[in-house]
């Protein structure tokens, strides 16, 4: 069942994690929440992604829902791009979170 239409996006999204919490159930099933997967220091890998920022072999900014991820490391490549996920392998050394400033 999508969100209401003219309810503000904040409040939808809020909704959605009140009943994915009440059906017991992953909020990123239900879709446009991100999934962040860190496989050791060799591996990372975004679902629902809203694109990459910036780029180079020592740093990754992807745009996200509700912020941005920066991650850090050295000898970065992008392995996968596709408007849903991407997977970046390298040596990551960090991983910062930044959310998004509210109006």
């Not at 890998?45 to 941005?68: I, K, Q, T, Y």
């Amino acid at each position: 069942m999508p969100p209401p239409k003219g309810a503000p996006k904040m409040r939808n999204r809020r909704w959605w994690y009140r009943v994915a919490e009440t059906l017991e159930i992953p909020p990123e099933v239900l879709g446009g929440v991100p999934r962040v997967e860190v496989v050791g220091a060799l591996q990372f890998r975004v679902e629902n992604h809203r694109g990459v920022v910036a780029f180079d072999s020592s740093r990754v900014l992807v745009n996200l829902p509700d912020g941005r991820l920066l991650v850090e490391g050295r000898d970065m490549v992008i392995g996968w791009l596709d408007p849903q996920e991407i997977v970046v392998t390298g040596r990551v050394t960090a991983v910062h979170w930044v959310e998004a400033r509210r109006r």
